[in-house]
Nanobody, 115 residues
């Protein structure tokens, strides 16, 4: 199982970024996928999750209405569209999947929100 995040970088406050997470080594379309983030000195927190077919999404209150999680099961990829970003959202963003009780993480992609 491998999860590879991409799309991070420097964005100005109020700006947008789209993160991608490519999945390998399992049947992607069968599993809930999630995005987490970890800011410096803070615990890792759930940002958003999406069910296997994409019909149900869940968001942290802090990103509701600004972030959108989506997936393309044909490409084995999950996305996180982030709009109106805030400096406090500077963090490493991680992709996660739980398979048969085992949690797998990607290595993360750094998002820096700064002017």
């Amino acid at each position: 199982v491998q999860l590879v995040e991409s799309g991070g970088g420097l964005v100005q406050p109020g700006g947008s970024l789209r993160l991608s997470c490519a999945a390998f080594g399992f049947t992607f379309s069968r599993y809930i996928m999630s995005w987490y983030r970890q800011a410096p000195g803070k615990e890792r927190e759930l940002v958003a999750s999406i069910t296997s077919a994409g019909g149900i999404t869940n968001y942290a209150d802090s990103v509701m209405g600004r972030f959108t999680i989506s997936r393309d099961n044909a490409k084995n990829t999950v996305y996180l569209q982030m709009n109106s970003q805030k400096p406090v959202e500077t963090a490493v963003y991680y992709c996660k999947v739980r398979l048969n009780g085992v949690v797998y993480w990607g290595k993360g992609t750094l998002v820096t929100v700064s002017s």
